[in-house]
């Protein structure tokens, strides 16, 4: 089994910030402890799961290692533009501390609970996802860019446009009903009716209605990273983290760069990998 040489920041007590509802903010339970999302992988898995950070840190243009900060996270999407209305929402979904940079823990988070989350934990990323501005609610203005997500993916050609049912709604694969879904979702959840969701609100929706809308939101998500890490080779599922591509080191100074400039036979000069 390999073993993953575990940065300082990583290293921390399995408990921390892993009490539900604990958060600061409207009831939102904080980050899961990163003792917690570990237990979540093996030591290969989490080897794995660090080459993807690495390439994610990998400057596009240069390929040399940068902080995986907006400019770097949305370059990383430009290719998956139907995804476009939620890079900055999903940015600081996953920016847990707010300090512009996602760090290998938050990274690890992120993939936890996308990949092998609880119930409780889907919802809290869910809930990170639609509080955009992060104020610990969610007005009918927040679900827009989610909304104009799920419209871009199911849109479809006039003649090949067949009508899928979900959530009680029926939502044309052109994506016209999408907008109308996340409205009626918020409607429902909105009990008091005061314009504003929040993460109790939302828990008290998905126990009396099902996870269904969470459901919805994540595979968004799952479809638009897992493009985006397509390139390395590694396949994160429920059950694996599976590297097709082992041969290859996605830290900035280990790749092979004959294979990537056939043309030049000069080394590049690289800076030092993340810090994660």
């Not at 479809?156 to 979900?166: D, G, H, L, N």
């Not at 828990?203 to 493009?227: N, R």
Request: net charge negative; hydrophobic share 35%.
């Amino acid at each position: 089994q390999v073993e993953l040489p575990h940065p300082p920041a990583v290293v921390e007590s399995a408990n921390a910030g892993n009490e539900p509802g604990s958060g600061a903010m409207g009831g939102q339970p904080t980050k899961q402890g990163h003792g917690g999302a570990n237990c979540a992988f093996s030591a290969k898995e989490l080897y794995n799961l660090k080459q993807v950070y690495f390439f994610l840190c990998l400057h596009t243009t240069t390929l040399t290692s940068c902080p995986l900060d907006r400019n770097q996270f949305h370059s990383l999407f430009k290719n998956h533009r139907p995804y476009k209305p939620l890079w900055k929402a999903l940015f600081t979904a996953i920016d847990v501390n707010g300090d512009n940079v996602i760090d290998f823990e938050e990274f690890l988070t992120f993939v936890t609970q996308l990949k092998r989350g609880d119930p409780e934990g889907r919802r809290a990323l869910c809930f990170r996802l639609f509080d955009a501005d992060c104020d610990g609610k969610v007005e009918r203005s927040d679900l827009r860019s989610v909304s104009q997500t799920r419209a871009a993916s199911l849109r479809r050609p006039a003649w090949a446009q067949v009508p899928v049912t979900t959530l009680s709604t029926t939502v044309a694969e052109g994506g016209e009903g999408a907008d109308d879904e996340y409205m009626q979702f918020f409607n429902v959840c909105d009990e008091d009716d005061d314009g504003r969701i929040s993460y109790d609100d939302l828990e008290s929706y998905c126990l009396l209605h099902g996870d269904a809308i969470i459901g919805q939101t994540l595979k968004l998500l799952e479809v638009m990273f897992d493009g985006v890490i397509e390139e390395t080779g590694i396949i994160i599922t429920a059950t694996d983290v599976k590297n097709t591509k082992p041969h290859i080191d996605w830290q900035d100074h280990k790749i092979g760069m004959g294979s990537l400039f056939c043309c030049s036979n000069t080394p590049p000069v690289f800076t030092s990998p993340p810090v994660a």
